[in-house]
């Protein structure tokens, strides 16, 4: 009597468990579906196994076509002779990781059409044997993206580069009709100074200013352009030699102010020389022009190691500048004084900027008016500038 009793208890035990495997397994089911990747599953012979819905919506089939179908009807025609080998290694070596590794992965329609996709690899043992397991992704949006971004820096840097030439032929042309118009209003000058009265003389004298201005300008801008093309010839240089040359060439208006021009210990850095020497002589220059009138200038530079690289200040104790002015002032032919309270072009601020850009660098300042400024520049120990996209284009 009790061996049935026990049998009844025992496969109602089973039937239980069976019950709670099912209702997991419906559970899972539903997970699987829900995954907003394709879930592919296949076992050591390449049949799928588990097609969620996403990769039914990917591929364009239905479930019941690529259950049991062979894993390679979602692989373009000319791969699936490799694929079979890769799914052979696959499961001779199982491991969680991307499948193809750095090669672009392409993924088959039903009606022959083709998107590239993204697979990672995994696996599980089961009673029935080894099952892979693929989490396919379409990045056709991505590389859509990827593509436009490539393109739009491609057009970038050629506009940039032909920005760059038409600057520099355009002021290098400029140079030549105004200097003969200078000569030729000297020579006026000179030679009819007694034979006109005195406004014409006055007019003459303010057209040979306006041209001598211009003539500063057209320079400063082909210097500018300079800046920008000239071949940047990056190598490790100690800061501290290329501060002391800037203040041997500023060397007259610092005597002439009787300027301090001081540095703290500057390091080791990986610079275009000329380059950056001229960014400390714009700088320090400034610090200097613009003085206050009551004190002669002192000017200090320090350099202090930042996350990537350093960041170098250089502080004077000037007129300041108002903080509305303060992203302007980099901007070309940008001041913020009349030519005759102090002399200059605006365009030293514009090229500094762009020679630290070019050594994947920038600058910005704080400044207190009437107390002085702090102009600070960041430069990357290893420059990763424009010069990295204009190599690229083979252009220089
Ligand atoms: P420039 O010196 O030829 O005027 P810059 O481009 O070097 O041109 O500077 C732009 C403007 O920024 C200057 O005209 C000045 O108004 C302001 N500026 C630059 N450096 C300083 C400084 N150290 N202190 C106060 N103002 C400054």
Not at 73 to 97: D, G, N, T
Not at 140 to 162: C, D, F, G, Q, W
Request: glycine share 8%; hydrophobic share 40%; net charge neutral.
């Amino acid at each position: 009597m009790a061996e049935p009793h026990r049998k009844d208890a025992s496969d109602e035990f089973h039937a239980l468990l069976e019950k709670q495997r099912l209702e997991g397994e419906a559970k899972l089911n539903v997970f699987v579906e829900a995954v907003a990747e394709g879930i592919v599953v296949v076992s050591r012979d390449g049949k799928i196994q588990i097609a969620n819905r996403r990769v039914q919506e990917m591929f364009g089939y239905t479930r019941e076509e690529l259950i049991g179908q062979g894993m390679d009807i979602l692989v373009p025609r000319r791969y699936r002779r490799s694929h079979v080998e890769q799914r052979k290694e696959y499961f001779a070596e199982p491991r969680i990781r991307a499948m193809g590794a750095g090669r672009d992965l392409t993924g088959c329609r039903k009606d022959g059409t083709e998107f590239p996709v993204e697979i990672g690899l995994s696996y599980v043992q089961t009673e029935q044997g080894m099952l892979a397991l693929g989490l396919i992704t379409d990045i056709t949006e991505r590389k859509r993206i990827e593509s436009e971004i490539t393109r739009i820096n491609a057009e970038l840097v050629r506009s940039n580069t032909e920005l760059g030439h038409f600057a520099y032929v355009a002021s290098h042309d400029l140079q030549e009709p105004l200097r003969m118009i200078t000569g030729y209003l000297q020579l006026l000058e000179r030679r009819y100074r007694d034979k006109l009265d005195s406004e014409a003389v006055q007019f003459i004298h303010y057209a040979v200013e306006g041209a001598v201005r211009m003539k500063r300008l057209i320079e400063d801008l082909l210097a500018l352009s300079r800046a920008g093309t000239q071949t940047a010839n990056f190598r490790p240089v100690d800061s501290q030699t290329l501060f002391e040359t800037a203040r041997t060439n500023l060397g007259v208006a610092i005597e002439e102010s009787r300027a301090a021009v001081t540095a703290g210990p500057l390091p080791m850095i990986v610079a275009d020389p000329g380059l950056l020497t001229q960014v400390f002589q714009n700088l320090i220059g400034n610090a200097i022009k613009f003085r206050r009138k009551d004190r002669p200038a002192h000017v200090h530079v320090t350099a202090q190691s930042s996350k990537d690289g350093y960041i170098f200040s250089i502080t004077d104790d000037g007129i300041g500048i108002e903080s509305r002015h303060l992203e302007r002032i980099f901007g070309i032919f940008e001041r913020l004084h009349s030519a005759d309270q102090y002399e200059g072009s605006g365009v030293g601020l514009a090229i500094t900027r762009r020679i630290l850009e070019r050594h994947g660098g920038r600058i910005w300042v704080e400044s207190k008016p009437g107390e002085g400024s702090t102009f600070f520049f960041q430069i990357p120990a290893q420059p990763h500038g424009v010069d990295a996209s204009r190599a690229a284009t083979g252009k220089s």
